[in-house]
């Protein structure tokens, strides 16, 4: 590989300084980095490491992990600690390997974890199981760096015997591993974070889901890392981003789940951008964005120092990070907005395997109710913008439709049909109600629907929804929208969760169906996004399985 210099501001996250000087790559790598005044220049470019995603489903910006590279590397983004849980609870050990085979396709850095609860719980149908030794030998591999987020907290609390063992496994090989405590508090989060530490220490673990800042003080009380969230649904920045002047050290970026459209528009360096504007110090911010993820993972991800590897970005400012140039392992992949990396075709992997909806599937009789719920009263899903917590509703029986004996959607009371249909097997549609999707008319369906993306819709009427349901089924995977005669299905048939052509164009797609879905009525920042959340039961309060209605602060069907 030919060697090159470049000058510049150069950003030394370590010693908090700026000067100008010059950096020469060699083979990849930094071989010296030469200050040329003590200062920086005034109206010149900055020089500093490149951004890390600190913890992301690659699956949920709908493209393969080069598609998602492609777009991602003109942010500034060199790296991202990946979670590959959804696809494993599709397709499994297949699925896992086919987004690190996929991902070392393209010079991007993908730091692929275990996934450590697949299925997520039992009280739902997914694809696939990963035992403790399944994932003792994802552990085992190079590539896997990682125990992807242990979501079975009960399981910790109550030392669950197969849930120890893939603890035990990370920690024999010194891998982190990652939590997922939402709203835990007090005694319980002290009782988690030992449980998923090791003994000696090392790395300790991350939480990606505090919804307020006294529950991450909790929890960085008892030596937790906190992250700080900013996906298409899941916001926790204005929450969270005080803590970053006292607790910078422990804290790191990540966006969780990001559909194309907002990936195609930034990425972490967003984050950063906002972080400054707050009066956070800049120093501080980089840390979080660049340091404390290689130094937690312990990445081969270089951080602008000689003998590191040459993952630095060019930003014209540090207010507003728009990147210049990014280059991962001394090559430059991207550059004034235009990524280098190259769309090549990707193999197709899925496990789909349900038939049609006949209309009356989805017909919801009074005789169908919870054993909680009276004829005078009905539980209501109330699903929350830029949150995946939901509250639970009891609702007057007047607030929705009864008609020949069957309960339909109101749209004029915004209590709507939610619906989940099993895709791995024909089996009954469950059903219940949904709050705040706001739709007048027609409906929208997702097979991406956490964490066993089964098929989700929310509808206005019943022959919507069996069309949008349908429409999913007919393309073995996808997203859909159903409004009167005119329809939209962004088929995604990369295990029903990703598309295997270019990330721009799917970006465009995905704006234009999204344009849809908020036409129908909805005020949903991402309704897609929020509605494939209103199946993941490990998230309080109240859920839809294939199964049935979920309480999870019980953690039992209502």
């Known amino acids: 590989m030919s060697s090159f210099s470049i000058q510049g501001n150069i950003v030394d996250i370590f010693n908090k300084t700026i000067y100008y000087g010059e950096v020469t790559v060699e083979n990849g790598k930094i071989k ?5 005044t003590t200062n920086h220049k005034p109206q010149t470019h900055f020089i500093l490491p490149g951004f890390i995603d600190s913890h992301v489903h690659i699956e949920s910006s709908m493209l393969v992990p080069s598609e998602f590279a492609k777009l991602a590397v003109v942010h500034g983004t060199v790296a991202t600690i990946s979670d590959p849980h959804e696809i494993a609870n599709v397709c499994g050990m297949k699925g896992v390997e086919f987004m690190i085979e996929n991902g ?15 299925p997520a719980t039992t009280f739902e149908t997914a694809g696939a199981t990963l035992n403790a030794d399944d994932v003792k030998k994802l552990l085992e591999r190079d590539e896997i760096k990682y125990l992807s987020e242990m979501m079975n907290f009960p399981g910790v609390l109550h030392k669950d015997e197969e849930v120890m063992k893939k603890i035990a496994a990370a920690h024999a090989l010194g891998k982190p591993v990652d939590g997922h405590a939402p709203g835990l508090r007090g005694e319980d989060a002290r009782k988690y974070i030992e449980g998923i530490t090791p003994s000696s220490g090392g790395q300790g673990a991350t939480d990606h889901e505090c919804f307020t800042a006294e529950e991450a003080l909790g929890k960085l009380k008892y030596g937790m890392k906190i992250l700080i969230r900013e996906g298409s649904a899941a916001k926790n920045f204005e929450a969270l981003i005080g803590l970053m002047n006292d607790h910078y050290e422990m804290m790191m970026f990540c966006s969780d789940d990001k559909h194309p459209d907002s990936l195609v528009a930034g990425h972490i360096n967003q984050l950063c951008a906002r972080a400054v504007a707050k009066g956070i110090d800049v120093f501080k911010v980089l840390q979080a964005a660049c340091v404390n993820p290689v130094l937690h993972y312990k990445l081969d991800v270089g951080l602008l120092r000689e003998g590191d590897a040459a993952d630095f970005i060019v930003a014209e400012d540090l207010t507003n990070f728009n990147i210049i140039q990014t280059y991962i392992n001394g090559k430059l992949v991207a550059e004034n907005g235009i990524s280098s990396i190259v769309s090549r075709p990707s193999s197709i992997i899925n496990n789909f395997s349900c038939d049609k909806k006949p209309i009356d599937a989805f017909k919801y009789k009074l005789d169908k109710w919870g054993e909680e719920e009276s ?6 899903i109330e699903a929350l913008d830029g949150q995946l ?20 959607s109101n749209p004029a009371t915004d209590i709507l049909k939610i619906v989940v249909v099993n895709r791995y097997n024909n089996a009954p549609v469950a059903k219940s109600f949904i709050k705040n999707f ?7 369906a997702s097979s991406v629907a956490h964490d066993s993306h089964n098929i989700v819709a929310v509808g206005v009427d019943d022959e919507s929804l069996c069309r949008a349901v349908n429409l999913v089924i007919e393309a073995n995977g996808g997203v859909s929208c159903v409004d009167g005669n005119k329809e939209m ?8 969760l990703m598309s295997n052509e270019d990330g721009y164009k ?10 849809m879905a908020k036409s129908l009525g909805s005020s949903l920042a ?20 294939d199964k049935g209605l979920f309480d999870g602060d019980a953690f039992r069907f209502v």
Not at 389 to 408: H, Q, S
Not at 489 to 496: C, D, E, R, W, Y
Not at 526 to 544: D, E, G, N, Q
């Open 506 to 515: 799917i970006a465009d797609d995905y704006t234009a169906i999204d344009a």
């Open 389 to 408: 917590i939901t509250n639970r509703l009891i609702r007057d029986i007047n607030d929705v439709i009864i008609k020949n004996g069957y309960l339909e």
């Open 526 to 545: 991402a309704p897609f996004m929020t509605l494939s959340f209103m199946a993941l039961l490990v998230i309080p309060h109240i859920k839809l399985s």
């Open 438 to 444: 706001g739709f007048k008319k027609g409906a929208i």
């Open 375 to 380: 004829y005078e009263q009905v539980n209501v």
């Open 104 to 118: 070392k396709t393209v010079p991007f850095k993908f730091n692929f974890g275990a996934p450590s609860c697949v």
């Open 32 to 36: 010296s980095i030469q200050p040329q």
């Open 489 to 496: 299905i962004l088929s995604l048939p990369v295990a029903g």
